[in-house]
């Protein structure tokens, strides 16, 4: 994953792979707005910070916000972008966030990333990271793809699962590579992975339009149990 977005980092087209910086502030008032929960104040940990397209803007709700990416590139763009000094950059490996401390976090924002990760046990240890990294009464805010039920669907994630990998390496473009186009999580398996994280859904949505293929764009409101 490192190097697919360090790749993206150091490209001229930035913004394709991250989000334009000019939709940032309804992207994130949005987030918040649709599961009912305007937080501000106390440590945010921001997931997937990027370029930091969202980490000034959360700086301005939050007393202290530590943002975390897979990407050293990114976090040199970040530190050029955000000049906030409540904010700390922090790499992660790509499989935990090792370097945030547990219970730290009042809340926790991953947005446009778990959409990304590349196989179902990623996206599994991100949501036991997120339980761990809460703080007693603390809440997650997360968006991901869920995948819609049928044979159908579940036939072209399996195919693409092979084919991805397959071809992506007589490909330069970041977006034909498996640690950029990610995985779906079935409902069911979403379920299952929530569970034995310790999260409970305390509000959800859905966008009626979704960009993915053969899935939902679903915004959760999490918490430990």
């Known amino acids: 994953m490192r190097t697919t977005w360090d790749a993206a980092a150091a490209s001229d087209r930035v913004e394709h792979y991250v989000g334009d910086p000019a939709t940032a502030r309804p992207e994130l008032d949005s987030l918040f707005s649709r599961l009912g929960d305007d937080r501000r104040g106390g440590t945010c940990v921001e997931v997937g910070c990027g370029p930091g397209r969202m980490t000034g803007l959360l700086a301005e709700r939050f007393d202290r916000v530590i943002a975390v990416d897979v990407s050293p590139a990114m976090l040199d763009l970040a530190r050029r972008s955000v000049t906030a000094g409540n904010v700390e950059l922090r790499l992660v490996s790509g499989s935990r966030l090792e370097t945030v401390e547990d ?22 240890s991100y949501l036991r ?33 092979i084919a991805v990998p397959v071809f992506a390496p007589f490909r330069r473009e970041v977006a034909t590579r498996p640690e950029y186009r990610g995985f779906r999580l079935t409902e069911p398996e979403l379920v299952r992975a929530l569970s034995a994280a310790g999260l ?8 009626p339009s979704s960009p993915y293929r053969y899935a939902r764009e679903v915004f959760l409101r999490l918490e430990r149990t």
């Open 200 to 207: 409970r859904v305390a509000a959800r949505d859905e966008s």
């Open 103 to 124: 219970g730290i976090a009042d809340v926790v924002v991953c947005y446009l990333v778990l959409q990304h990760l590349p196989g179902r046990e990623l996206v599994v």
């Open 129 to 161: 990271e997120f339980a761990r990294v809460l703080a007693p009464g603390g809440r997650a805010f997360v968006q991901l793809p869920v995948l819609g039920p049928g044979l159908r669907a579940r036939a072209w994630r399996l195919g693409r699962g």
